[in-house]
């Protein structure tokens, strides 16, 4: 913390019901012997949490406590404790300090790095909210060992997803240790997060605000998004729905680009796990949903294709036959 420019004094824990009882003792106590004084604030684990009332009780808390502009908000979870704690971080005083200590497998690769901070909305996910670039981002690995298997495959599909945009020789590392990988191995693992990790701050640090190249790490989410509409938040995991999404990413790219191998790559996303079953979601409704995803950006529909392995870029230039065959081929009724 010191490294990171934070002076000691007071800081705010904000953790989850699930991950406070595993690792916010042992923070604290590290913190109590660098001289900190922490205060812990646990919200209920789990995506509703990402709202206005648990946001408000983090303003109570720490503005009853007495902090001032120096005050770090520490964020010790998931994505959701990422997010909230976060956006907390930049509101408060008009920005806080926030050190992020992610927990999961999504918030190590993905969420607790570039700065996007924010909860949700009754009309859609991460409406509301900032970008708030953490001063500091620890990720301890070995935290992962407690992490749900589901919430772990999950994660997977993120890490998978910035070696198919931007690192082909992550992705044939992923292949060829994929058993060990859904194992957990860590001598396999903890290379795979650094790397993942590595691309997202490699990708933000050139485009912080989404200005353009940032936009390919939504790779898969166009349909992804879908899925998770139609399906109803909470049957398919986030992950879950980015793995299929990719899929049909995956099958567009290759109407672009018909030298990319697709079946090599699909075979890979075959091994993610996922749970529910796409073939029960109406192709028309998923078509629909893309198109009110669009809506709320307020943009034409895009999609992020990939020109070649680990090489990604945006077009709109796609064919509604093209999409809906993609949407047919991750459901595996096609070829
Ligand atoms: N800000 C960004 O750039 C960004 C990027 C991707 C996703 N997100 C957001 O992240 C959220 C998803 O993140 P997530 O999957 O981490 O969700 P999450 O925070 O809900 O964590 C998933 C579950 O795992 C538990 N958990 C976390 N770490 C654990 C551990 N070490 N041991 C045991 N249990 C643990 C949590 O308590 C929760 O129940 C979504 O809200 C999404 O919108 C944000």
């Not at 206005?52 to 009780?57: G, V």
């Amino acid at each position: 913390m010191a490294a990171a420019g934070l002076r000691r004094g007071r800081c705010l824990i904000v953790t989850d019901d699930h991950v406070g009882p595993l690792y916010a003792d042992r923070l604290e106590q590290a913190l109590l012997g660098a001289g900190w004084s922490p205060r812990r604030y646990t919200v209920p684990a789990g995506e509703s949490t990402k709202s206005l009332p648990h946001l408000q009780k983090i303003y109570d808390v720490a503005l009853s406590w007495g902090i001032d502009r120096r005050t770090p908000v520490i964020a010790l979870g998931g994505g959701v404790v990422g997010d909230l704690a976060g956006f907390a971080a930049a509101t408060l005083l008009r920005g806080l300090p926030l050190v992020q200590l992610p927990t999961s497998l999504i918030a190590q690769v993905d969420s607790a790095i570039g700065g996007k901070t924010g909860i949700n909305h009754v009309v859609g996910k991460n409406l509301i909210g900032a970008f708030h670039q953490p001063a500091l981002v620890c990720a301890d690995p070995e935290t992962l060992a407690t992490l749900p298997p589901r919430e772990w495959t999950s994660g997977l599909a993120e890490a998978v997803k910035h070696a198919f945009i931007a690192d082909a020789d992550l992705l044939a590392y992923v292949e060829q240790h994929m058993p060990a990988i859904l194992e957990r191995d860590p001598s396999v693992t903890h290379p795979l997060i650094c790397r993942a990790a590595a691309i997202k701050a490699a990708v933000v640090g050139e485009d912080e605000r989404e200005a353009g190249r940032r936009a390919i790490l939504n790779f898969g989410h166009t349909f992804g998004h879908a899925i998770e509409r139609v399906a109803g938040y909470g049957v398919f995991t986030h992950g879950e729905a980015v793995a299929l999404g990719m899929r049909a990413a995956l099958y567009l790219s290759r109407c672009l680009h018909p030298d990319l191998p697709l079946e090599r790559a699909d075979r890979l996303l075959r091994q993610i796990p996922v749970q529910g079953r796409l073939a029960d979601l109406p192709i028309p409704a998923l078509m629909q949903a893309m198109h009110a995803d669009k809506k709320v950006d307020g943009r034409t529909l895009r999609f992020v294709v990939l020109r070649r392995l680990g090489e990604a870029y945006v077009t709109a230039d796609v064919s509604h036959d093209d999409v809906e065959a993609a949407w047919l081929f991750a459901r595996g009724e096609l070829d």
